[in-house]
């Protein structure tokens, strides 16, 4: 029978002819809209006799997606509902859901000393006209820098010890190739790589240190900002929230090619810019349906790869081929 959908109007017959109209549900991307979808679910599923057999989701309306098709009937889809609720309402600060990688907590500590530094700098210059040394990327306000010394160094430290006590199984895991599945895909996400900088001097930085080089003795702060930037090509890791999301207490990508539900997780490949989709068996497909080599993934890193955005989140090596949020 048709269901009436929450405006009070009768919703559309997929497949006219078919005695069993299959629901679809596609859900968006973005942290609030996630937060929007998990109430407009529940009223869906309480209301409405929701209960989809076809599900399409990008960026954080994969987690959502993916939680629920794990299961083909409502009972079991409404729990996964209020489980993840449940763990959205625990989140209090941003850094459950984005922490930042050690070398952009150092970058932002030391900013303001560098951004004095420049400016120091701008005041000696003879001409009134010049054009200001310091670079926009470089421009603070000072406000990372509150309760350190001059130069952030106490600050640097100290958030860096806290986050990496929060850092879910990067602080248990020593070895991410040993691991396979969901464990993996955690790891992956969470790992921040210990930055070394007596001995690292690579010639392609040295134009870009050449202004700081002349104003400061700080040259392992300068090299660990940028060897770390370009080691995870991102400013965060996904942040404990993650490890709730992954615990196979909750979810068990193994249960959604099981369910019967078909799922489709959109993904960016950066190389191409082609837009791939990561079915519920974990293979890669185009916008047609047709298979993207021969491998087969565990979901958990399509869902990953759905929610990096550029930037802030490191892309997902899946075959050779980096991929990204998914819009």
């Keep these: 029978m048709d269901l009436s959908s929450w405006f009070g109007l009768h919703s559309l017959r997929l497949g006219r002819g078919s005695r069993t109209p299959r629901q679809g549900l596609v859900l968006a991307g973005g942290g609030a809209r996630a937060s929007f979808q998990i109430g407009a679910l529940s009223y869906l599923y309480d209301r409405c006799a929701m209960n989809p057999s076809v599900i399409s989701a990008t960026s954080a ?26 763990m959205w309402l625990a989140m209090q600060q941003p850094e459950d859901m984005f922490t930042p990688r050690a070398w952009y907590t150092r970058f932002e500590a030391m900013a303001p000393h560098w951004s004095k530094l420049f400016e120091k700098e701008q005041k000696k210059q003879s001409s009134p006209n010049r054009r200001s040394l310091l670079p926009r990327w470089l421009a603070g306000n000072g406000s990372h820098g509150a309760g350190s010394d001059e130069r952030g160094q106490d600050v640097t430290a100290d958030a860096t010890a806290s986050r990496a006590g929060t850092s879910g199984a990067a602080d248990i895991v020593e070895d991410e190739q040993e691991l396979t599945g969901q ?119 399509g869902v990953l790869a759905s929610c990096s955005i550029p930037g802030v989140f490191r892309p997902v090596d899946l075959d050779g081929e980096h991929y990204v949020d998914g819009g």
């Design 61 to 86: 309306g994969s987690i959502v997606g993916s939680a629920l098709a794990q299961w083909p009937d409502v009972a079991h889809q409404r729990q996964a509902l209020r489980d993840l609720e449940t």
């Design 183 to 301: 464990a993996a895909t955690l790891a992956l996400a969470t790992s921040d790589e210990t930055i070394k900088t007596a001995s690292w001097t690579p010639t392609a930085t040295v134009q870009a240190l050449s202004i700081l080089s002349r104003l400061t003795r700080d040259g392992s702060d300068i090299a660990g900002v940028l060897r770390g930037a370009d080691q995870t090509s991102s400013t965060h890791r996904a942040g404990p929230i993650l490890a709730k999301l992954l615990d196979r207490e909750f979810f068990r990508a193994e249960m959604v090619s099981s369910s019967g539900i078909k799922l489709r997780i959109a993904t960016v490949a950066l190389e191409s810019g082609q837009l791939r989709y990561m079915t519920e068996q974990g293979i890669l497909v185009d916008r047609n349906d047709d298979p993207i080599g021969s491998s087969t993934f565990d979901l958990s890193k």
